[in-house]
């Protein structure tokens, strides 16, 4: 936390009307409109050559040789590298002290461990010559097949076949616990339960794939990647590459969403610029989607060992929680391992409920890597909790509106320590909850009369409360330090304002919501703001779009460098005016002296002196008007105190969902018959775009309730999937219009009460779902345990209720 | 694999593209959206599946709504292609670029060609019906928005009511 850390627009600023809390219309959407927006895709440079890289097309093996002699005799080939080329280019930053050392080369040597993990690399004239020639080395490479490990049993078994020699076991993390106080409570409680819920492999998916186009010009790098962190992708290369990191520029195009999955270094962000510089040739490649599928990353792939000690009031004493997640081969930097310690740190959710012992594992299978998509980890702890009250509201006969009630947060108790040491600065918990039950209520009422007369139709409900960890440390992830991210801002001589971020933009809305930020941080029509980010050299470093944190982290770090030109701009308009810099305030875009409207002088005239008219700046005035403000959250920790708890997050977001749905009983069909979100993110930068996060939230939280599935062959470790025809994506006939409304409890904490909201929406609707289709269902006793809950498993759960002769 | 490849075979391509007549000799298994993307050079149309799955590369041949990925250039041989660079005039957006933009129908933005197309390829008299427009929206894939707001931009276009 920095001293100067500013909460709020300058004092000594005012405006007619405020930005900040509009909904104004996005300035990104023309271009998208138009087809003009430049996606990695849409750049060609001159001389350019493209890639195929070759993968994997077994789970498990050792390499014993590759011909790539077939492959350069095809015409248009230009080279074809593979791992041996370029074995001593590391992709894993040794960072992370509580894992197990991941040695990744950028291609894979001798060794393969997930069906999609590249080894080689073909340079040709076009794509399709490319990829005719990566088909020409995969069938002339001959693997040496390793028994496989398809899931996390095989990967625990006393004689599993291990991924990394050096290991003595398939623990990337291996954190068991013990608490006493939940060992107590489970010997005094009047009962316990135990039970395993699961969340399924899938992932974020956006609808544009990867890429990466690389040049290099004497000495001098330029990379165009589809990336979420263009600093860090850069600051990796670097390390990774011993290129002078001066000599490397980043620069994101137009993303086609992202959502986490493009977070990481990714072996091609490092192999292109190495081809570029062997070659002498700019060198372009475009993942297509059966790469993407099998090569960006996976996650939720998590199973949760619950036991739960309770009383005859519906009191719940103690949980125990045993989460392990599958983090498929680990070859991936960030590797996949923080998911699950947000799991163990959430999953009480919006629930005052601290006696939680949580054991941390993951383990290596041989599936694709897993990491980072919306919402890591807090999706699979919702529904481990909603699950875990949901089970004990039924076995105490207790109402399950009612025990939600006993246990959400009250604002009273804020800031609230959670189990794990996340630090719930504020929200409205309790009140969202019962408006998401008036709201929910009328609709149930609605959709039971239109099934009345249906025998065959049953209708439920389900609720979750959640919190969004928002704003979270770097650390956990990737082991660097930091939580901060950047803005500077230039007036330039017309009095326009340019600001750069350090922050990315993946189609949520940024250069919009900054431009208001800045508008309204100097006084100034957001008109007259211009963005640019996501390219290391005009951009100030920072760390990334990611963790729901550039609300955040934009508004400080705009305030901070606002407050600083501000401080200038008072200096030289004072000097114009012949008064006190003290004196000196901003109304509608014009310096004067407080008390007296004129004579005033503009932003164009002060930055004109600041920088070509310097005769007009006070004597001793350091010329131009150009200030960075670099913010740390206040509030943010990177690693546990003594006692083990860490606040990893800067602020908090809650909601409260609720869902009614109908399930047609001979068929399994499910659907969503209405949805409802009560969300507090704190202040509202930007209310339309806020909503239309939270409608994309939801939407992903629906896939990964009800629907994709990465599903492997147990015998092989072979992927089920490698297409959208088996992975199933949701369409606009499987998302239900919902109803969104807003509390706004601003952060005592964070710039301007802002807290984040990238996450939120996709918490929610897996636990919903599965209470409401247990609720549909109870008179056939039938228990949701796992996503996704499609019609098959629900025809399966009605078979194992009727034959297992009621277990609940 | 030159010579046994039909799929190198050069074919002569000429097409009407947004009004403007082109002739290219091009390889015989060369995509349609690879044609109106890499050798027109129109980049608005996307591709984000390249198995006729998402929708993201919808244009409009004759008339009809295609996928151009799953499309050879050498099939659409002396048709008229329109693309989402062919919807605004002189820069005044249509009414439904207009609606997407007013009620937020869009994020990333890589999606909403392959939905103006699809939409642009009907006659919204068919489509006056809640259900019909989700079921015709069903056939494009958005992975920002949920649906919710291109919904809303459709019915507030066409008059539907949502």
Redesign the interface.
Known sequence: MTLDSPMRINPMIRHRASHIGRAV??R????????????I??LKLPGMLEVSFVRSTEPHARIVSIDTGPALA??GVHAVFTGADLADVELFPQKILYIQPVHQPALAVDRVRYVGSPYAAVVATDR?VAE?AAT?VATHTEFDPLPTVADLDQALADDAPRLFDDWPDNYLVNFPADKPEVRKAFEEADHTFSDTYVSQRQT??????RGVLADEVDGEFTIWTSTQSPHIVRTTIAEMTGIPEPRIRVIVP????G?GTKTHIYPEDVVMPWIARKLGRPVRWLE??FENLVSAVHARDQRHDVDVAYDDDGTIRAIRCKAYCDVGSGEIFMPGTATVFVTGGVLTGGYDFRNMEVHHFCVVTNKTPSGAYRGFGTPEGMFVMERIIDRVAHLTGTDRVEIRRRMILQEEQMPYIMHGGGRVDSGSHAKGFERAVEMIGESLERVRARYADDPDVRVGVGYTNYVEPTTPTYHLTTGHWAGYDSATLRVDPDGAVRVGLGTTA????TETTAAQLAADALGVDPDDVTVVMGDTDRAPYGLGAWGSRSAIVMSGSILMAADRVMTKAQEIAAHMLEAAADDIVLTDGRFHVAGSDTPTVTWSQVATAAWVRTVDLPQGLEPGLEMSGYFEPPELEHLPGMDGKVNAAASWSNGAHAGVVSVRVSTGEIKIEDYVVVHDCGTMINP??I??QV??????GIAGAMFEHFQYDPETARPLFA???EYL?P???D?P??TVEHFETPSPDQPLGVKGCGEG?TIGPAAVVAGAVDDALSDLGVEIKATPVTPSAIRKAIREAADGGGER | ??DT?P?LREVDVSVSINGTQVSHRV?A??LLSDFI?DVVG??????????G??G?CTVIVDGDAIRSCSTLAAQIDGSAIR???D??TD?E?TPM?QA???N?A????????GF?MTLESVDPDGYQEKEQV??L???????????????NAVCSTWGVD?
Do not use: K, W
Request: overall charge negative.
């Open positions: 219309p996005r990104e959407d023309r271009s998208s409109l138009m087809g003009r927006q430049r996606y895709a849409d095809l015409p399709y005719d020409l974020g998916l956006p609808l544009e794939c137009a993303m086609g969403g959502f297509d989607r993946l189609g949520q809305g339309m775009i909503d239309g409608h994309g939230g939801v939407a992903q297409s959208f025809m994506y369409t606009c006939s998302v219009m919902m929406g | 694999m030159m490849n799929g390889p298994r060369l993307r129109l980049t608005g149309t996307h591709v984000g599946c390249e198995h799955y998402c993201a693309t989402v660079e919807l605004a820069g957006l670029q997407f933009h007013e937020h869009m994020q990333c933005g890589f999606c909403t060609a103006l989700i079921d929206l069903s056939g494009n894939l958005c992975r920002c928005t949920g649906y919710h707001n291109i919904f949502s």
